[in-house]
């Protein structure tokens, strides 16, 4: 089982920047797949980012050139760098990872970007 623990999501301006966090804990060998994803009120959760172990990355286009995905595979942790942020990002943000045999989810923090 992995457990994910986000931080890092606030209130800030459009055009600011905030930088999300997701540490990984529990029993498992190795982490394959790691994401983060978002939800906007009456809207679905929608893939943000993806970066694999080997740190290949995969963005929404709504986000590319403003957002950037890392992790640190000694950690266990994921980034969300998010950079010019819009009105339109604000969601709750939802960290993702996946194993051989599971797929988790964060609690979710919310990111609001006021205009």
């Known amino acids: 089982q992995v457990q994910l623990v986000e931080s890092g999501g606030g209130l800030v301006q459009a055009g600011g920047s905030l930088r999300l966090s997701c540490a990984a804990s529990g029993t498992f060998f190795s982490i394959d797949d790691m994401g983060w994803y978002r939800q906007a009120p009456g809207k679905q959760r929608e893939l943000v980012a993806a970066?694999?172990?080997?740190?290949?990355?995969n963005y929404a286009d709504s986000v590319k050139g403003r957002f950037t995905i890392s992790r640190d595979n000694a950690k266990n942790t994921v980034y969300l760098q998010m950079n010019s942020l819009k009105p339109e990002d604000t969601a709750v943000y939802y960290c993702?990872?996946?194993?051989?045999?599971?797929?988790?989810w964060g609690q979710g923090t919310q990111v609001t970007a006021s205009s």
């Open positions: 993702n990872a996946r194993t051989l045999r599971s797929s988790s």
């Open positions: 970066i694999t172990r080997d740190g290949s990355t």
